[in-house]
């Protein structure tokens, strides 16, 4: 008998996690954090013994999809996790910044000293279109996802009552179009197709036009001799960021300003991007094969060191300076934003969506009002923009698309999604497709 359960990213968007009881395999697909207004939840037990699951799969390295790892392993699991190469590279980084973040939390499940352990069982990888069988009757494939560098989407192959059957873990889906990562791969055949939801409420502005507006944006402030602030995640965003302005100074339009990635998270996330070149799209892979660094130019400084980050201060406007984290809850930004703030001739250009309640987006809400941050009251002068185009997630669009023409499904199951836009999606694939199309109940322990 073959069931799937969700204990995680149903009806929900963080804390990714999986269940597939196959026969006698237990298989857990991803084991991640729960983020924002769910994060009391990863206090909780797992809802399955940890020294009983097989295999772990993982699909890609963001921390609500590997953020629970170090506790799984502390809570007894001692099996193999499987991921591409360059998900586990990153896994390393991010879960080492996440375990120092946690362990100085209100809910320290883990710290630094869990980390290692859980690397150890990494080491099985799977790279896209290879495949690797888990017994006689089970095997599992991947194919680029195009989320971040590395980021899978799963096929599990099973028999059950003598039957042949599949089911598809999208894992989290790109848009049809990216500044770095090579596109997503569509699957052929799947049965039980488990789909992220993230946005199958809306379409996206398109990417020429978002990379256009962040441009010009730098253009003005720079011109004006201000300050650009973009706060931006580690992961993709940070590099995707270094590309357009690489693009920018050699135009010969950052007029030798420095940039600084004063983000040593991003620095080293960075490092690892330049091992995967073959994951990137043609425009990157040329950039590379002509023997250039797409991530780095002239102007770019990185500033690792915390004196060196202190020094940015020293240097005269007009200057660049990316930092994290992307939604402004912690890291250098702050320090920078409490700095920069309050003069008009600058400007915070936000790069990705600002979930409600971080800091980032009550700054892109208060022009002109004063903000707290931290001790300082601040108030809010410079420019705020907000770029929606960038997103790492498939769109509507994208998401009918990459089970359009997937023959034999059974159902659509749909995972990692809010709940208002995961009814609004489901009306829109019954609209659309003939297929089955069921929300996913959080626990909720489905045959396949
Ligand atoms: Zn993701």
Not at 38 to 46: A, G, P, S, W
Not at 101 to 108: C, M
Not at 123 to 137: A, C, I, K, R, V
Not at 227 to 233: G, N, R
Request: with cysteine.
């Amino acid at each position: 008998m073959a069931y799937y359960s969700s204990f995680g990213a149903a009806q929900g968007v963080t804390g990714s996690c999986h269940l597939l009881e196959i026969g006698y395999l237990k298989i857990l697909v991803d084991c991640g954090l729960f983020q924002g207004r769910d994060e009391e939840l990863n206090i909780e037990e797992f809802p399955f013994d940890p020294s009983e699951i097989d295999y772990v799969i993982v699909t890609h390295a963001h921390l609500d999809h590997i953020g629970r790892l170090p506790l799984l392993v502390k809570e007894g699991f001692s099996k193999k996790i499987i991921s591409t190469k360059a998900t586990y590279e990153i896994a390393k980084l991010m879960l080492a910044n996440a375990a120092g973040i946690i362990q100085e939390s209100k809910n320290p499940i883990y710290n630094e000293n869990d980390v290692e352990p859980t690397l150890k069982f990494f080491g099985t990888f799977l790279e896209y279109g290879e495949s690797m069988n888990l017994t006689d009757d089970i095997k599992i494939s991947f194919k680029n996802a195009g989320h971040i560098l590395g980021s899978a989407s799963l096929k599990i192959e099973y028999k059950e009552d003598g039957m042949d059957k599949s089911a598809i873990f999208s894992g989290d889906l790109g848009q049809h179009s990216r500044i770095i990562t090579s596109p997503l791969q569509a699957w052929e055949k799947g049965n039980y197709i488990f789909l992220e939801s993230t946005y199958g409420d809306r379409l996206h502005e398109d990417l020429t036009i978002s990379i256009n507006s962040f441009k010009e944006n730098i253009l003005n402030t720079i011109k004006k001799g201000g300050v650009v602030l973009l706060p931006s995640f580690a992961l993709e965003r940070t590099q995707e960021i270094l590309y357009l302005l690489k693009q920018m100074s050699e135009e010969g339009l950052l007029s030798n300003i420095p940039v600084y990635l004063d983000a040593p998270l991003a620095i080293n996330v960075t490092k690892v991007f330049k091992k995967f070149p073959h994951l990137m799209n043609d425009e990157i892979k040329a950039v590379f094969e002509a023997g250039q660094d797409p991530f780095n130019f002239k102007e770019l400084i990185t500033t690792s060191l915390k004196e060196e980050s202190i020094a940015i201060n020293e240097v005269a406007a007009p200057k660049i300076i990316i930092a994290g984290s992307g939604m402004c809850e912690g890291g250098r930004i702050k320090y920078h934003l409490v700095r920069y703030l309050q003069n008009p001739l600058n400007k915070v250009i936000f790069v990705g969506f600002q979930v409600p309640g971080t800091l980032g987006n009550k700054i892109s809400t208060m022009y002109n009002k004063t903000i707290k941050i931290d001790d300082s009251y601040i108030d809010v002068k410079a420019d705020i923009e907000i770029i929606n185009g960038f997103s790492a997630h498939a769109d509507q669009s994208d998401l009918i698309n990459f089970v359009k023409n997937l023959e034999d499904i059974y159902c659509i199951y749909l995972i990692h999604g809010d709940e208002q836009k995961l009814k609004i999606f489901k009306e829109k694939i019954n609209d659309e497709l003939e297929s089955k199309v069921h929300i996913v109940k959080k626990k909720e322990r489905i045959y396949i």
